[in-house]
T-cell receptor
Framework: AQTVTQSQPEMSVQEAETVTLSCTYD???????LFWYKQPPSRQMILVIR??????QNATENRFSVNFQKAAKSFSLKISDSQLGDAAMYFC???????????FGKGTKLTVNP | DAGVIQSPRHEVTEMGQEVTLRCKPI?????LFWYRQTMMRGLELLIY????????DSGMPEDRFSAKMPNASFSTLKIQPSEPRDSAVYFC??????????FGSGTRLTVV
């Protein structure tokens, strides 16, 4: 079965510091997308960043960047200059079997300390 | 762009009652997804449609659950009869390509 694993149920970071959230996945596909979603207490699911597997360059969106290691099937999210508003659940997701069916990890709860 | 619109935002119902959740996808998006989120099981895909046609309903828990998409701008998820274990947050999402979904705000369902 194709799976997405987030090994850190909870993480904390000091405001203005950097934190990295881990994600590994299992696939036999060669071309696919990977996603990070943020879910704040409002429960809205917000797309943070996406990575296309055929691109070697790591995706970046402002303070958010990924470290994509295709051979290792690793897709970590780095948040720089953490802000209080970054506190949320973060989910890694991957389309199952090359379809549109996104499979989500269990999530990492990020706390930002002032 | 109003985003994906779900209603109601909250629903409290008694066991045995019928519950209908509604979703309006983003105009131009041709795929629609229904997810359920619980603490125990996380985010689970229930069913998804492409061009209004159900493609995969393997995640629908049992016959009490049904989903329809009569046109490109509307979908419903119905539970009949509802049970306490159906209590969860139900999300609708839509997409145009595999570039990622846009989620609605979700419906928090409580069955008492």
């Amino acid at each position: 079965a194709q799976t997405v694993t987030q090994s850190q149920p909870e993480m904390s970071v000091q405001e203005a510091e950097t934190v990295t959230l881990s994600c590994t996945y299992d696939t036999s596909e060669s071309d696919y997308y990977l996603f990070w979603y943020k879910q704040p207490p409002s429960r809205q699911m917000i797309l943070v960043i996406r990575q296309e597997a055929y691109k070697q360059q790591n995706a970046t969106e402002n303070r958010f960047s990924v470290n994509f290691q295709k051979a290792a099937k690793s897709f970590s999210l780095k948040i720089s200059d953490s802000q209080l508003g970054d506190a949320a659940m973060y989910f890694c997701a991957y389309p199952q079997g090359g379809s549109e069916k996104l499979v989500f990890g269990k999530g990492t709860k990020l706390t930002v300390n002032p | 762009d109003a985003g994906v619109i779900q209603s109601p935002r909250h629903e409290v119902t008694e066991m045995g009652q019928e519950v209908t959740l509604r979703c309006k996808p983003i105009s131009g998006h041709n795929s629609l997804f229904w997810y359920r989120q619980t603490m125990m099981r996380g985010l689970e895909l229930l069913i998804y449609f492409n061009n209004n046609v159900p493609i995969d309903d393997s995640g629908m828990p049992e016959d009490r659950f049904s989903a329809k998409m009569p046109n490109a701008s509307f979908s419903t998820l119905k539970i009949q009869p509802s049970e306490p274990r159906d209590s969860a947050v139900y999300f609708c999402a839509s997409s145009r390509t595999t570039g990622g979904y846009t989620f609605g705000s979700g419906t928090r369902l409580t069955v008492v």
